[in-house]
């Protein structure tokens, strides 16, 4: 279907038009190293794709932080500096977690907190996680960081970015995660190796101790500062980074399935009859609509004209049921993955921390942000494993 596609771009555009997806428009910027040319995807925490994190995981491309998200970024985490140096008492800033939300920590104390808190919580089990999936659940939490509500620091923030750029990937088992609060197993796991703990793996290195990896491509060990642990740790990346690729996955699938549709009505010598304008108007689900105009284009066109659309030719009464009601098979799967990449591009792109800085009204809300049952959800909806 790749090497079809690009022949043909009406094709592309029957597949993304008709309300059939929300495309979001990646940020590209171009930096020359020497004769080489490096793919930057500028990250600001509200407008990554299902297609670019995909993308992401094939270390292809460099992540850069967007400018106006450093300052949100920064502005948050001197809010975090202000109520530690005042004393304030505020969840998960200068308080235990969980059953200990009561518990008052002292102010030599609260980095402590902090790295016990990575420590705990990084008890996945199982294989590690594939290096592209690594990179695209690094990604996903660097981009919720980039919105500024987590009271992470810039320096932290920037000391991810520039693991991602260098393809230094913590260990992350593929099992250990806790949906209803949030992938905190995996996120830890993350943040363990970033912290120089554990084993990270790197294409220059093989998997050898986080230390050793992080000095061979002169990066340092993350240290954290009150809340920084738990702002490393809170939300849905995990959910959402299976979630984005197991859409990318389907959408290929269905591509294909088109293609083999319109291919074997092409070999029966049918008629693209069945796949009228009028007729998927009658009935205007998005995902038929798109389909049959998919197939009226792979069948003929002004590049590739076509004997199924001269009735003059056709020597049937109708064609069989199953190539008919193609629009109709196909274009409810496509209308799951449009749900669906709705449901994971929202999750992808939202602030997930508990608790929020919301530095432009100068406070810190515990909520509920955390949970993953939207992305759990929307793929139990879909059936679809990555």
Not at 145 to 157: D, E, F, H, M, R
Not at 172 to 199: C, F, I, N
Request: charge should be neutral.
């Amino acid at each position: 279907v790749n090497s079809y596609l690009p022949h043909t771009p009406s094709v592309i555009s029957c597949a993304y038009d008709a309300s059939l997806t929300h495309r979001t428009t990646i940020t590209m910027a171009h930096k020359s190293q020497g004769n080489s040319e490096s793919n930057f995807l500028v990250v600001n925490g509200s407008s990554l794709t299902t297609e670019s994190v995909f993308e992401l995981g094939s270390g292809r491309l460099k992540l850069k932080l967007d400018p106006e998200s450093a300052k949100r970024v920064d502005s948050a985490r001197k809010q975090v500096e202000d109520i530690v140096e005042k004393g304030k008492v505020v969840y998960g800033i200068s308080t235990g977690f969980g059953n200990f939300a009561r518990t008052i920590i002292s102010s030599e104390k609260l980095n402590e907190l902090q790295y016990n808190l990575i420590s705990s919580h990084a008890a996945g089990v199982g294989e590690p996680l594939p290096p592209e999936r690594t990179r695209r659940l690094l990604a996903l939490r660097i981009n919720v960081l980039a919105k500024g509500y987590s009271g992470i620091s810039l320096k932290v923030l920037e000391q991810y970015i520039d693991a991602f750029n260098a393809s230094c990937l913590p260990y992350v088992p593929e099992k250990g995660t806790v949906g209803a609060s949030g992938d905190l197993a995996p996120l830890a796991h993350l943040a363990y190796g970033m912290m120089g703990k554990g084993r990270v793996w790197s294409p220059e290195t093989g998997w050898k101790s986080a230390e050793e990896v992080l000095r061979h491509h002169n990066l340092t060990p993350i240290q954290l500062g009150p809340k920084e642990g738990l702002s490393l740790i809170n939300g849905t990346q995990f959910i959402a980074a299976l979630g984005a690729e197991a859409i990318e996955r389907a959408k290929r699938i269905a591509f294909q399935a088109d293609v083999v549709g319109a291919l074997t009505l092409e070999s029966l010598k049918g008629t693209n009859r069945a796949y009228d304008r009028d007729v998927h108007r009658a009935k205007p689900h998005p995902g038929q609509m798109a389909v049959a105009a998919r197939f009226r284009a792979l069948l003929h066109n002004d590049l590739y004209p076509s004997e199924v659309a001269d009735p003059s030719q056709y020597d049937g009464v109708q064609d069989a049921y199953s190539l008919r009601c193609c629009p109709q098979v196909h274009g409810v799967f496509w209308d799951t993955v449009d749900f669906v990449q709705r449901i994971i591009t929202t999750e992808m792109n939202s602030a997930t921390d508990n608790p929020l800085v919301i530095a432009s009204r100068g406070e810190v809300i515990s909520a509920g942000n955390f949970h993953g049952e939207y992305p759990a959800k929307a793929r139990l909806f879909g059936c679809w494993r990555s």
